[in-house]
């Protein structure tokens, strides 16, 4: 596109830079012979360069560029560097030499090329040459830009502004002339002042000029962002009001004609208003060409690269935004086919809707009744349709879904009725024998793929073959024939049965609908559609979308009846996740990598006891106090957390300053214990033999405060920690301190580490003095709780310590040391078995109950109620019937995480469901919420949830200041882990339970990411 701009004759705004390049004369044969005869060599290269370059108008006649005219030259005569001139040119060498040349005629040529003048420009010669083809773009670049704001002052001096005054002849409605013309003002007023830089750096050009900082001042802006995306948004509802009016009012078209014919590239409208669209391509290419023919110590190099990469943005999001407008475009325009081609049908076309499938069907009405109707299924809805034939001519549909478009020929479609997806609910299927059928056919596929290969395999024999192939050939028709009579005989699996406002089970009233489809395959294609429909559709309801799952982790068991307890992620450069195993007897560590790839790096056995819980804890030299701080509230308050809680597992991150991110970073993972019940949570009789003080078993190494540390709390009493960065296969943990009960939570705070252990103490670790770490010999011990009621949970709540104990919260001072009040949450005495907290709420699940709660954290009021139980077993319809009762029996919350606005919530089903927590932050009275299910989770018990930040940046810029930080905090990303007992995809559980595989993948522990 640039080349063909050069070959046209284009007015240059430029006079006194192209100018001198236009009037340096081609010199006569016989003038280059006499000099080639009596000059020094030297001046050779001076007379090639006077008949190489710098005549603009034989570049404009004869189609050739500055780029090809520099690659000439430079193939010819390489250029020499002088190593001891690191300067460029300047522009006074550039225009007295073009000054010169320009005004001198043949023999005044000759004595230009005086020794004088040589020894001057010899040097310079090839960057002589290489700043006219940085010149020459440079003036392309105004010209292009000049033609662009041109075409944009037409649009709105020729046609915006005439339909929009009173005087014009056309009556059009203003609303559809701001329609059409919609931010082209704006577009050309940025273009108006991009083409005024332009200008002045050209009014002053000189070899150091730049150009790159005038596209970064004017693209950068969000706006233009903002302005080009609402454009090209706009632009398919702008020429379809163009066309309308011309259809409808011909003094528009005529207007339109004139317009164009007075336009001296006789451009219509529509070609005017596509030019936005087009701009940025050409933007990119001169800027590579820019960047190609600047060198790279000028000072323009580092400034064209940015606003080329800036261009470059804008480009991509112009072209993702002109993808969806078309396919926007393209979803409208089927819909409107389907709208003509249904009788009876209106208000088919919304902005959220999109056709999906069509199916003719077969509807079961009474004992024995069939009818056949149409079935139409959209993205939030399913149309019905009774069908007729057609007769006589049929008119071609412009349909463009191949699925409707064979159909909608033949028949005619008359409206019955339209069903919300959220409406309807697929009824289990309770015969066994439809199960036993699927089974079938799907052997019978298989044989006749092995059939198929072993075929192939008697054709390539040099033996004599052929009763071979006929009885292999003979097998082949026999398995078609079974297969066929199968599919279509069995009728039964080409039905789907519905409940319409009822539930999956049929027993909460409802209507029931049976329909039949062509064949099984085209009943399951069609039952795939209708759930991801729904899903996505539930998904939309909520303001936050659901995670989106990433893969799953399978972590091979070195021992029998290893199960997941506890996860936390370290602190520092590295991205690791630490997730701890346990039979009872030993307790094993897995090092799960983040970096590049998710992989677990090891799996190895760190002490001889069941690991309850793992903490992060920072350096010393990581934490700073925030001495200009005063309230805990504000910070809480002003900076976003992610936290994470399984059943004895809680977690927080907060990402903001480093003067206070240490200050309230929660990262204490604790876990579900093997056995579930209420024996989890009572100190056993055997934590009570050893009556010991809390003593370190190892001395304290004064070098490891400089490192970030990962706490091990142990049923035996006992604390590990390790560096964060230690590789835990080869090296032994740096402290062991032992506690005469079992430790059940470790919390991080305030430069503080809080221990709480079974026999009802909090244990306070404070640092010593700057430099020699942790005082590990003489702890703060306070007594809180008892042995009977052990504290379970500590979370830090806008600076308070909430210590849970059976089903009451203590609100613990960290100043005082004292507890200020006490919240009563369950009046059952249940223990609290998960507590996290999200800005102004604290959600809580008490032990062996589906109910989730939310308190509000100063008025303690509870807020939110919601009962997971209805959506868990909407999630379990397609499971077997014993399975999903057993799991429906015995339901209950095992873990919770605070994730940006999301509460995620891990079941004893393997279901995993998000709520969304920002419409409850401030609320004083109680709300209604929803669980929304994932379509993945596990087979067994949901052990623990936590999440992890993978941008690496903000890894990179973990010890950064917070301005630093909070730049690359909005292109963070976080990744949900969940770990629990197999995996399972709940959409085809029917499908699973029959694989061979699922009962072996039901006993490994796996890993399963989501991205938030």
């Not at 540390?709 to 964060?724: A, F, R, S």
């Amino acid at each position: 596109m640039l080349e063909a701009e050069l070959k046209k004759p284009v007015k240059v705004y430029h006079d006194h830079l192209a100018l001198s390049l236009n009037n340096v004369n081609f010199t006569t044969e016989d003038t280059r012979d006499r000099t080639e005869r009596n000059t020094h060599p030297n001046e050779k290269s001076l007379n090639f360069l006077n008949n190489k370059s710098c005549d603009c108008r034989q570049i404009l006649t004869k189609n050739t560029s500055m780029d090809s005219l520099c690659s000439s030259f430079t193939k010819d005569y390489p250029p020499q560097r002088n190593s001891n001139d690191s300067s460029a040119i300047n522009k006074g060498l550039l225009m007295d030499f073009l000054h010169q040349t320009s005004s001198c005629d043949q023999s005044s040529t000759e004595q230009l090329h005086s020794a004088d003048v040589l020894a001057s420009l010899s040097p310079h010669s090839s960057l002589l040459q290489h700043m006219d083809t940085r010149t020459h773009i440079v003036i392309e670049l105004y010209n292009t830009e000049q033609s662009y704001v041109e075409s944009l002052q037409i649009i709105v001096q020729k046609y915006m502004n005439p339909l929009k005054s009173s005087d014009c002849d056309v009556a059009i409605d203003k609303q559809i002339v701001d329609d059409i013309f919609y931010m082209v003002p704006s577009i050309l007023n940025i273009h108006e002042g991009f083409l005024d830089e332009l200008k002045k750096r050209l009014d002053c050009w000189n070899s150091n000029q730049i150009i790159g900082d005038a596209f970064n001042n004017v693209f950068s802006c969000g706006a233009v962002l903002e302005i080009y995306s609402n454009f090209v948004n706009n632009l398919s509802k702008a020429r379809d009001s163009i066309r309308n009016c011309c259809s409808t009012q011909t003094s528009f078209a005529r207007f339109l004609e004139i317009q164009a014919k007075e336009h001296k590239g006789k451009l219509p409208l529509d070609n005017l208003l596509i030019k936005p669209i087009q701009k940025f391509p050409n933007y990119e290419l001169i800027l590579s060409r820019l960047i190609k023919h600047t060198e790279g110590e000028h000072p323009d190099q580092i400034l064209l690269q940015e606003a080329n990469k800036t261009v470059h943005r804008i480009l991509l999001h112009i072209n993702c935004k002109e993808r969806e407008a078309l396919q926007s475009g393209q979803r409208e325009a089927v819909l409107r086919e389907i709208e003509s081609a249904i009788e009876g049908v209106s208000n088919l076309v919304m902005a959220d809707r999109s056709f999906i499938a069509f199916e003719l069907v077969t509807i079961f009405s009474g004992q024995s009744a069939r009818k056949e109707r149409g079935l139409f299924l959209f993205s939030d809805l399913i149309i019905l349709t009774s069908i007729k034939r057609r007769s006589g001519t049929v008119r071609k549909p412009n349909i463009i879904n191949y699925n409707i478009a064979a159909n909608v020929e033949t028949n005619k479609y008359k409206f019955l009725t339209k069903i919300p997806i959220s409406d309807l609910e697929f009824v289990k299927t309770k015969d066994d024998n439809s199960r036993k059928s699927i089974k079938e056919i799907e052997y019978l596929m298989e044989d006749s793929k092995k059939i198929q290969q072993i075929l192939a395999a008697v054709t390539t024999l040099r033996c004599p073959h052929q009763h071979l192939e006929e009885a292999a050939r003979e097998l082949e028709k026999d398995l078609e024939k079974q297969l066929s009579e199968k599919q279509l005989n069995d009728g039964q699996l080409s039905v789907v049965e519905f409940t319409v406002g009822g539930n999956s089970s049929g027993t909460d009233g409802g209507q029931n609908m049976s329909i039949q489809f062509v064949n099984p395959e085209r009943r399951s294609l069609w039952e795939q559609a209708f759930r991801e429909a729904k899903q996505k559709f539930a998904s939309s309801l909520e303001i936050i979308p659901m995670p989106e799952f990433i893969s799953s982790i399978p972590i091979r068991k070195t021992r029998a009846g290893l199960q997941f307890t506890c996860a936390a992620s370290t602190l520092g450069a590295q991205n690791d996740v630490w997730v701890c195993n346990s039979d009872g007897y030993v307790g094993q560590v897995c090092v799960l990598s983040l970096n590049a790839e998710p992989t677990v790096t090891s799996c190895n056995g760190v002490c001889n006891a069941r690991i309850l819980c793992v903490t992060s804890v920072p350096s010393e030299i990581e934490w700073q106090p925030d001495k200009g701080s005063t309230s805990m509230t504000n910070q809480l308050k002003s900076t976003p957390s992610f936290e994470e809680n399984s059943e004895n597992c809680t977690k927080t991150i907060k990402v903001q300053s480093l003067s206070t991110l240490f200050n309230n970073i929660h990262l204490d993972s604790s876990s579900s214990s093997d056995n579930e019940s209420e024996k989890d949570f009572i100190l056993d009789t055997k934590c009570n033999i050893h009556k010991t003080d809390h003593h370190p078993l190892q001395p304290f190494d004064c070098g490891d405060f400089s490192q970030s540390t990962m706490w091990l709390g142990t049923e035996d009493g006992c604390i590990h920690v390790y560096n964060c960065s230690d590789n835990i296969r080869i090296k032994r943990n740096k402290i062991k301190m032992q506690h005469n009960s079992a430790v059940y939570h470790i919390l991080y705070m305030n430069n503080k580490v809080y221990v709480a252990l079974a026999n009802g103490d909090l244990i306070i670790y404070t640092r010593e003095n700057l430099g020699t770490g942790w005082n590990t010999s003489d702890p703060i011990t306070l007594t809180i709780g008892s042995a009977s009621n052990p504290i379970t949970k500590l979370l830090n709540v806008d600076g308070k310590l909430w210590c849970s104990i059976q089903g009451v919260i203590k609100i613990f001072n960290v100043s005082t040391h004292q507890v200020e009040n006490e919240v009563q949450i369950s009046s059952e005495s249940k223990p609290i078995t998960n507590m996290v907290v999200s800005q102004h709420g604290v959600w809580m699940s008490i032990q062996n109950s589906s109910v989730l709660k939310c308190f509000h954290s100063k008025t303690y009021e509870i807020v939110v109620e919601v009962n997971v139980s209805g959506p868990v077993s909407k999630m379990l319809s397609n499971c077997d019937d014993i399975i999903r009762q057993h799991k429906a029996a015995c339901l209950r919350i095992t873990a919770l995480l605070a994730c940006r606005d999301l509460i995620c919530i891990g079941t004893s089903a393997g279901v995993l469901l998000v709520i969304q927590s920002g419409n409850v932050a401030a609320g004083r009275h109680l709300v209604n919420s929803t669980a929304m299910p994932m379509p993945h989770g596990h087979t067994g018990h949901v052990r623990f949830l936590t999440c992890v930040e993978t941008t690496e940046g903000s890894r990179s810029n973990s010890n950064s200041r917070k301005g630093t930080q909070t730049k690359h905090k909005k292109e963070s990303s976080i990744l949900l882990i969940s770990g629990g007992d197999g995996c399972e995809d709940f959409r085809n559980s029917n499908i699973n339970s029959m694989n061979d595989i699922a009962g072996r993948e039901d006993s490994t522990n796996h890993l399963l990411l989501w991205k938030v």
